[in-house]
């Protein structure tokens, strides 16, 4: 089953007087489980692609289909210059509840410790753990994923006492924790050595396999291609193949 589906969807960005086609006409899809990567050189348009995935950009046309769900089925997206209100609720609601997002950067909240910033997107709701467990469950699920990417020992730790691994691991950890079905990692090894980004792979890889969650990448890095079951070439905004 897709979880994730475009349909010739293009990304246009208005660069002075010039129009730059960033994604040109795109379409794919996506199974559930699958360990997946948008592969290009830099400028190719994979983070655009991821973007427009994670329902943080907005298309020029086209359509996104996340779990059945036809995005922007009731908006003119060619009229559209600016994300309406009801419409940025609605993304909201639907990436609560169907996306998790790995950064290169880590995005970590400073003054939370380990577990605080696991925890923290079960404190905004409308996600598929914060909705069926209870106070006990949510906790028992924090320490288990805890213990899965090893920072059981350093979770009253803040992110400035954490190595850039350890950091990536607990942004793993934070994306994983609401249940999403979809998780979204843009260049997930860019700032780690090679050490560290080869032990952050096959963590996420066993994850992937284990609890049955998609992985999307944005990437260049050769490690995370040869590991994806489903690479999705990108060259100037068009795919190369599928």
Known sequence: MAVIELKNVSKIYQMEKVQVKAVDNVSFSIEQGEFAALSGPSGSGKSTLLNLIGLIDLPASGSIILEGTDVYRDIDLEKTKKVPLSLDSKLTELRRAHLGFIFQTFNLIPVLNVWENIEFPLTL????????????EKKDWISFLLETVGLTEWKKHRPSELSGGQRQRVAIAR???TKAPVILADEPTANLDSKNGEQI??????LNEELKTTFVFSTHDPKIVSLSNHVIKIRDGKIENL
Request: glycine share 4%; charged share 20%; hydrophobic share 40%.
């Open 125 to 136: 709701g409308s996600s598929p753990a914060s909705d069926s467990l209870s106070p006990q």
């Open 175 to 177: 994306a994983l924790v």
């Open 201 to 206: 792979l096959e963590l996420m890889k066993k």
